[in-house]
Protein backbone atom coordinates (compact mmCIF):
# COMPACT_ATOMS: atom_id res chain seq x y z
CA UNK A 1 0.00 0.00 0.00
CA UNK A 2 1.38 3.51 -0.94
CA UNK A 3 -0.03 6.54 -0.10
CA UNK A 4 0.71 9.88 -2.34
CA UNK A 5 0.05 13.13 -1.38
CA UNK A 6 0.84 16.03 -3.94
CA UNK A 7 1.66 19.78 -2.64
CA UNK A 8 3.12 23.00 -4.21
CA UNK A 9 -0.04 23.97 -7.39
CA UNK A 10 -1.32 27.59 -7.41
CA UNK A 11 -1.85 30.27 -9.49
CA UNK A 12 1.21 31.76 -11.65
CA UNK A 13 1.42 34.07 -14.35
CA UNK A 14 2.90 33.39 -18.03
CA UNK A 15 6.63 32.74 -17.77
CA UNK A 16 6.30 32.09 -14.07
CA UNK A 17 7.67 28.77 -11.70
CA UNK A 18 5.96 26.19 -9.32
CA UNK A 19 7.37 23.64 -7.71
CA UNK A 20 5.39 20.42 -7.26
CA UNK A 21 6.00 18.36 -4.31
CA UNK A 22 4.48 14.31 -3.84
CA UNK A 23 5.23 12.86 -0.58
CA UNK A 24 4.92 9.15 0.18
CA UNK A 25 4.53 7.04 2.55
CA UNK A 26 4.03 3.25 3.08
CA UNK A 27 6.23 1.56 1.10
CA UNK A 28 10.12 1.71 0.71
CA UNK A 29 10.43 5.05 -1.59
CA UNK A 30 13.32 4.21 -3.37
CA UNK A 31 12.55 1.12 -4.76
CA UNK A 32 9.84 2.36 -7.29
CA UNK A 33 9.65 4.89 -10.04
CA UNK A 34 7.27 7.84 -10.07
CA UNK A 35 5.45 9.47 -12.54
CA UNK A 36 3.85 12.85 -13.05
CA UNK A 37 -0.04 13.24 -15.08
CA UNK A 38 -2.03 16.52 -15.96
CA UNK A 39 -5.22 16.91 -16.54
CA UNK A 40 -7.44 20.22 -18.04
CA UNK A 41 -11.06 19.90 -17.34
CA UNK A 42 -12.62 18.09 -20.99
CA UNK A 43 -9.34 16.62 -21.25
CA UNK A 44 -7.86 13.35 -21.16
CA UNK A 45 -5.27 12.80 -18.10
CA UNK A 46 -1.73 13.31 -20.06
CA UNK A 47 2.09 12.01 -18.97
CA UNK A 48 4.15 15.03 -18.39
CA UNK A 49 6.99 13.33 -16.53
CA UNK A 50 8.85 10.02 -15.15
CA UNK A 51 11.76 9.32 -13.02
CA UNK A 52 13.36 5.84 -11.97
CA UNK A 53 13.84 4.99 -8.15
CA UNK A 54 17.06 6.69 -8.00
CA UNK A 55 16.65 9.76 -10.06
CA UNK A 56 19.22 8.69 -12.48
CA UNK A 57 17.02 8.56 -15.42
CA UNK A 58 14.23 10.36 -16.62
CA UNK A 59 12.00 11.36 -19.49
CA UNK A 60 9.73 14.21 -20.39
CA UNK A 61 6.55 14.72 -22.48
CA UNK A 62 7.76 16.57 -25.86
CA UNK A 63 5.69 19.66 -24.50
CA UNK A 64 7.34 20.27 -21.24
CA UNK A 65 11.13 19.37 -22.39
CA UNK A 66 13.46 21.87 -21.17
CA UNK A 67 10.88 23.60 -18.94
CA UNK A 68 10.21 20.78 -16.44
CA UNK A 69 12.49 18.96 -14.51
CA UNK A 70 11.36 15.98 -12.34
CA UNK A 71 14.12 15.24 -9.23
CA UNK A 72 13.48 13.06 -6.33
CA UNK A 73 14.41 12.94 -2.51
CA UNK A 74 14.71 9.29 -1.54
CA UNK A 75 15.94 10.39 1.86
CA UNK A 76 12.62 12.82 2.32
CA UNK A 77 10.43 10.06 -0.01
CA UNK A 78 9.53 12.95 -2.05
CA UNK A 79 9.66 13.62 -5.46
CA UNK A 80 9.19 16.88 -7.00
CA UNK A 81 8.46 18.99 -10.39
CA UNK A 82 10.12 21.91 -11.04
CA UNK A 83 8.02 23.72 -13.81
CA UNK A 84 9.13 26.97 -15.90
CA UNK A 85 8.62 29.41 -18.48
CA UNK A 86 4.94 27.97 -17.48
CA UNK A 87 2.45 28.77 -20.41
CA UNK A 88 -1.40 28.86 -19.85
CA UNK A 89 -1.49 25.66 -21.16
CA UNK A 90 -0.09 23.88 -18.70
CA UNK A 91 -3.19 24.69 -16.64
CA UNK A 92 -3.94 21.43 -15.29
CA UNK A 93 -4.80 18.96 -12.45
CA UNK A 94 -1.03 17.57 -11.75
CA UNK A 95 -1.05 13.99 -10.07
CA UNK A 96 1.55 12.12 -8.89
CA UNK A 97 1.18 8.35 -9.37
CA UNK A 98 3.87 5.13 -7.84
CA UNK A 99 4.58 2.16 -10.53
CA UNK A 100 5.10 -1.39 -8.75
CA UNK A 101 6.09 -3.97 -11.80
CA UNK A 102 9.19 -3.57 -13.15
CA UNK A 103 9.20 -0.88 -15.70
CA UNK A 104 11.89 1.38 -15.76
CA UNK A 105 10.61 4.84 -16.44
CA UNK A 106 7.03 3.74 -17.53
CA UNK A 107 5.15 6.22 -19.20
CA UNK A 108 1.21 5.16 -19.41
CA UNK A 109 -1.73 5.73 -17.48
CA UNK A 110 -1.99 2.07 -16.91
CA UNK A 111 1.46 1.51 -15.85
CA UNK A 112 0.61 3.15 -12.30
CA UNK A 113 -0.99 1.43 -9.73
CA UNK A 114 -1.20 4.57 -6.70
CA UNK A 115 -2.57 7.51 -7.36
CA UNK A 116 -2.42 11.11 -5.54
CA UNK A 117 -5.85 13.06 -5.33
CA UNK A 118 -3.89 15.74 -7.48
CA UNK A 119 -3.01 19.48 -7.04
CA UNK A 120 -4.32 22.33 -9.58
CA UNK A 121 -1.96 24.48 -11.56
CA UNK A 122 -3.61 27.54 -12.97
CA UNK A 123 -1.71 29.47 -15.17
CA UNK A 124 -2.55 32.75 -16.24
CA UNK A 125 -1.86 34.82 -19.64
Known amino acids: QVQLVESGGGLVQAGGSLRLSCAAS????????MGWFRQAPGKERDFVAAINWSGALTTYADSVKGRFTVSRDNAKSTVYLQMNSLKPEDTAVYYC??????????????????WGQGTQVTVSS
Open 26 to 33: GRTFSTYP
Open 97 to 114: AAHFGGIIVPTSITDYNY
